[in-house]
């Protein structure tokens, strides 16, 4: 069964260094999304792809963050500089299209601890 | 606003008893609503979703229903094992949204 592969599973840094994830989604699915979850907490999205255009980053801290899909398949999102407040899970997802009865497939999410 | 509540964990329960973990949503259009599982160490995973009043969705014994009057998405299951201890979301999807809403999630004990 196909997955959304993510990488780094774990990483540590400290603040004010820069730090980047990457999401590799299921082959064929146009919709690709980053969501932050913070302990104790459901998902938050912080940006959603259409191919490789941005749909929705209105809840992405854009002064430190940044999110890219340059060739519409996989995506990097870049936190430069991290600050304390970023430790988090940092989930992707994907999905065929944007409809609201899409299923969206998560991936196994990269644990950001900063120090 | 969107949003999604569920009901506080974490809900601890003996293997063979009857869960209900409760959720509850506010929407301005017709979303479609979802219950996905979270095991330790491992990424989200879809249970069931409902995408209409008075549908169910079921999977793995887990059922809910989409109740409209009630804007309610309750998740049950009649007999739970093990297996099942993990966190619980709710979410949604609104029409002219298309990111998920969640709840914050109801984490699942069963005891042997």
């Known amino acids: 069964e196909a997955e959304v592969a993510q990488s780094p599973r774990y990483k540590i840094t400290e603040k004010s260094q820069a730090v980047a994830f990457w999401c590799d989604p299921i082959?064929?699915?146009?919709?690709l999304y980053w969501y932050r979850q913070i302990l104790g907490q459901g998902p938050e999205l912080l940006v959603q792809f259409q191919d490789e255009s941005v749909v929705d980053d209105s809840q992405l801290p854009k002064d430190r963050f940044s999110a890219e899909r340059l060739k519409g398949v996989d995506s990097t999102l870049k936190i430069q500089p991290a600050e304390l407040g970023d430790s988090a899970m940092y989930l992707c997802a994907s999905s065929l299209g944007d409809g609201s009865q899409e299923t969206q497939y998560f991936g196994p999410g990269t644990r950001l601890l900063v120090l | 606003g969107n949003s999604v509540t569920q009901m506080e964990g974490p809900v601890t329960l003996s293997e063979e008893a009857f869960l209900t973990i409760n959720c509850t949503y506010t929407?301005?259009?017709?979303?479609?609503l979802f219950w996905y599982v979270q095991y330790p160490g491992e990424g989200l995973q879809l249970l069931l979703k409902a995408t209409k009043a008075d549908d169910k969705g079921s999977n793995k014994g887990f059922e809910a229903t989409y109740r409209k009057e009630t804007t309610s998405f309750h998740l049950e299951k009649g007999s739970v094992q093990v297996s099942d201890s993990a966190v619980y979301f709710c979410a949604l999807i609104d029409t002219g949204r298309r990111a998920l809403t969640f709840g914050s999630g109801t984490r699942l004990q069963v005891q042997p």
């Open positions: 929407a301005t259009g017709y979303p479609s």
């Open positions: 082959s064929g699915h146009a919709t």
